[in-house]
């Protein structure tokens, strides 16, 4: 071990010891990672579904099943089939890890988490099961385990773990048809304005998750409007926390104003009590 | 030592029933309590699924929440409205009343507390929010929370004086006292976030509450607290009369004041309302079932209310202030559970709770009545006290 190594070690530790990361992710970036699905691309294979269940140790699922269904406890990501001008287009639904997510600005307690790559993820040390994550969600999607004596909520953390390992989500890799396309927001956004500018008779000229409450990880390209298939049409553009902003300022207000307010009025009163 | 051990058998002593055991309230609400107590245990070694039909995975927040909590929360309204007259505005006259109403506000935070530790899921972190590095302090309920803890802290220093007396502690008494009117206003602040936080809450679910509930819900929840608050001091006012023939003190026409109050702020309310529809242009709601039920809401147990109010108040008929009180509670309660269940998500069907959620729900209104029956029998809360000299 020469010198330069050794200083190289002993900062290591220290930082280990500090708690700083000695070591960078794999996947460090200063954007949020994101996903874009192409539904003119999904075939309705399911291998993703497959692949997200074998990732995450859930029950396998039932790929013969093609009612429309929820994510749930033991399905983070579902694969839908809509019949529209009998064409049918399947639409894969997960967690759309938000920019600005409703979830995490609704807990107390920080257990839903945006991570600094992206994936939203939860923290069961922290979590005291409110739920008012589910709540807030506009697309619906923590689930929560009802019938468990230590519930878990779950739902697509976007395969922070494997991110983290530097490895892709399990869904994306396991698309045969690149429906699923995995980079950082900004060129997945790229990819998908590309693609509309070059069909534009292919696919309708919208991003679904480019504005939607106030942007998501997982971006959508389609050829009929998304309203059609599924997707929640009245979120909006605004970011969740803007919806409480006006309140938790009008609380620090409150505080400041009406102990003086009460107590000077209580003081005149009395004053005028006395004069009597 | 000795003052410790005089008061365990002190309060050891006073553990033990006063008046008659077999009353016919005793008689139905014992089985309904042991139910509950034994479901409350059902609960805990099962999971939350076992008892809340009503709570899924489409509904997080079931009867617990939605009514114990957040409905309960605008009940007690009283326990801010009426110190406010008291010790702020300085209208001695009301003083007799001020005690009860602090005591409810008090008990029913606390078993708020409760439902909300039933509720939970995971409630062995319930300190993370109040201890720890895990402070969301960008989250309402973290707010909530926190003001939750301390407005319990500020009713119990506001309740102190009835526990000195009740102890026969003169310093201590004196020493409580002082106490008094800075908890009641550090009380009121707390109470007005509290009060307007629980519908904050709602605030992030702009498209599943339904937009005629949802529109400015934070103000709409404060104002309404004031108004379902003096109605419930009301209502426990003509229903103690009977319990406690022999210790409620007349508050007679006290209430006249009270329900011209609650008339004036349920005018407001609905002058805002009015305002609000026309403003965000909500008129063609008014065609479907939910606007209906808004219509309900706000022309059956407002404006109606507030005419019996008006007429109560004009002709000094006591029955009819009472009658109106119970009307604005019945509103109150619909209005809470409409934004908590019935407009939340109203797209989707819904299912009435299961029945072991509403054992649970009614299980701990009970106990807090027991409570409340314990502390009035024991402490001057509503029989005539030293207030002169407060």
């Given at each position: ?221 389609a050829s009929v409007p998304f309203e059609k298939l599924g997707f929640p049409e009245n979120v909006g553009e605004t970011p ?37 | ?216 819900i934070t103000i709409f929840f404060f104002i309404s607290s004031i108004f379902s608050g003096l109605s419930v001091v009301i ?11 022999d210790q409620a003190y007349n508050f007679g026409e006290l209430i006249i004041g009270l329900g011209k109050a609650a008339c ?127």
């Open positions: 071990m020469n010198r330069r190594e050794f200083l190289k070690t002993g900062a290591i530790g220290l930082g280990g010891l500090v708690g700083i990361k000695g070591k960078a992710y794999p996947c460090e970036t200063k954007e949020f990672y994101g996903m874009l699905v192409d539904t003119t691309l999904c075939i309705g294979c399911r291998s993703c579904e497959k692949a997200c269940s074998e990732v995450n140790h859930l029950p396998a699922p039932n790929l013969g099943d093609d009612k429309p269904r929820q994510t749930s406890i033991d399905a983070f990501t579902v694969v839908n089939k809509f019949k529209i001008d009998n064409q049918e287009i399947f639409v894969k639904k997960q967690c759309m890890h938000c920019n600005q997510p409703a979830c995490a600005s609704a807990c107390l307690v920080k257990a839903m988490f945006k991570t600094k790559e992206g994936p939203v993820i939860w923290r069961g040390n922290k979590c005291l099961g409110c739920r008012y994550c589910m709540i807030a969600c506009p697309f619906d999607i923590p689930k929560f385990e009802y019938n468990s004596l230590n519930p878990k909520i779950r739902k697509c953390e976007f395969c922070f773990e494997r991110l983290k390992k530097g490895e892709k989500p399990g869904c994306v890799d396991a698309c045969p048809m690149e429906a699923l396309i995995f980079g950082t927001r900004r060129e997945l956004i790229e990819i998908a304005k590309e693609r509309i500018y070059k069909n534009p008779d292919k696919y309708v000229h919208h991003i679904y998750g480019e504005r939607e409450a106030g942007g998501c990880g997982w971006l959508y390209l969740y926390p803007e919806y409480t902003k006006e309140f938790l300022y009008s609380v620090a207000l409150i505080f400041l104003l009406w102990p003086s307010f009460l107590i000077g009025l209580h003081k005149a009163l009395k004053k005028e009590d006395e004069g009597d | 030592m000795k003052e410790i051990k005089r008061f365990i058998l002190f309060f050891i002593s006073e553990l033990k029933p006063k008046g008659r055991l077999l009353t016919p309230f005793n008689i139905i609400t014992t089985p309904i309590i042991l139910l509950g107590i034994a479901l409350i245990i059902y609960r805990f070694t099962n999971g939350l699924g076992a008892i809340s039909e009503g709570g899924s995975q489409d509904f997080p927040w079931g009867l617990l929440i939605g009514f114990n909590v957040v409905t309960g929360v605008a009940l007690a309204g009283g326990g801010y409205i009426i110190p406010f007259i008291v010790y702020v505005l300085g209208l001695k006259k009301y003083r007799p009343m001020v005690r009860s109403a602090i005591l409810t506000a008090l008990l029913g935070y606390i078993f708020y507390a409760f439902a909300v530790l039933l509720d939970l899921g995971r409630p062995w972190h319930i300190f993370n929010p109040i201890i720890g590095n895990s402070f969301g302090i960008s989250s309402i309920l973290f707010i909530f929370v926190w003001v939750l803890v301390l407005y319990i802290t500020c009713l119990f220093a506001e309740f102190l004086p009835a526990i000195t007396e009740w102890l026969g502690n003169e310093r201590f008494r004196k020493f409580a006292k002082k106490l008094v009117v800075g908890a009641v206003i550090f009380a009121i602040t707390l109470s007005t976030i509290s009060q307007a936080g629980v519908g904050a809450l709602f605030l992030l679910a702009p498209t599943k509450l339904h937009p005629l509930w949802y529109s400015n209502i426990i006012d003509s229903i103690s009369h009977k319990v406690f023939k004036l702020t349920m005018f407001v309310y609905l002058s805002l309302k009015l305002i609000d529809i026309a403003h965000s242009r909500h008129w063609q709601y008014f065609q479907s079932p939910m606007g209906h039920l808004y219509l309900v809401e706000l022309i059956g147990f407002i404006l109606f209310p507030m005419v019996m109010f008006t007429e109560g108040v004009r002709r000094k008929v006591m029955g009819l202030i009472k009658l109106a009180a119970f009307i604005t509670v019945i509103g109150v309660i619909l209005n809470r559970l409409n934004v908590t269940m019935i407009a939340f998500k109203w797209y989707l069907p819904h299912h009435f709770p299961g029945w072991m959620e509403c054992v649970i729900s009614l299980t701990i209104i009970l106990i807090q009545i027991w409570a409340f029956r314990w502390i009035v029998n024991r402490m001057p809360i509503l029989r005539e006290h030293k207030w002169e000299n407060e």
